[in-house]
């Protein structure tokens, strides 16, 4: 197995954890992400229910990390995942089994064949907290500016994130929409959020910030 692939196959894994304990579909959970043996260039997922007991309730379906140039990720794997198991059939799609391992079934998915799931309003709200807070788990002295300290969903598609921003008293807001253009919206936010004090107003309904700036056009 060389680097890379390691790589690959482990950034998987934060983007999963959060079906341990949230469905992807109906009663399936993600149970485990394996390396694929023999250094292959490819990810193992286990999907059972929740109340599993041992391996043997679980289907381990194998995903490729790469087809052609294009590689395969965590999103695609998920919304792979939703659209397999909402179809009821360990092999819908899907290549012929190839077996059993570890006592669960192993499944090669093919993602030219199997489609993708849309993602949900909470997936995209996940994305976008996720990749904000990463930024800060990686600054050890906590000098990311803004800094993002808090968030709240406050429907389907609207977020409110509380930002640290050098040279604003106090807690910036900033209420968002999770259903827009979120890489633009992550790169625009840092600006906006020290560029237009102009723009913001107070909400004396929230006691948890100084300020708010509506992003939600964006």
Known sequence: MDEET????????????????????????VRGVLPAPGGADAVRVAVGPVS?????????????????????????????LRTLCGEGGRSAGTGTGTGTVMGMPLVPVDPAVVPRADETAADRGLRLVRTLVRATCFDENHSTDPLLHGFLFLDQDRARLYFRADGLPGVTAADVRT???????????????????????????DPHCARVLDVTYW
């Open 52 to 80: 599993a007991v041992g391996t043997g309730g679980s289907t381990l379906y194998e995903f490729p990390l790469l087809v052609g140039e294009d590689c395969v990720t965590a999103y695609d794997v998920i919304g792979m």
């Open 179 to 205: 259903t827009g253009a979120l890489t633009a919206l992550i790169a625009a936010l840092p600006s906006l959020v020290r560029g237009e004090v102009e723009q913001m107003v107070a909400d004396d309904g």
């Open 6 to 29: 390691a790589c690959d196959q482990a950034d998987l894994i934060p983007l999963m954890l959060q079906h341990l304990h949230a469905p992807l579909v109906g009663t399936s959970y």
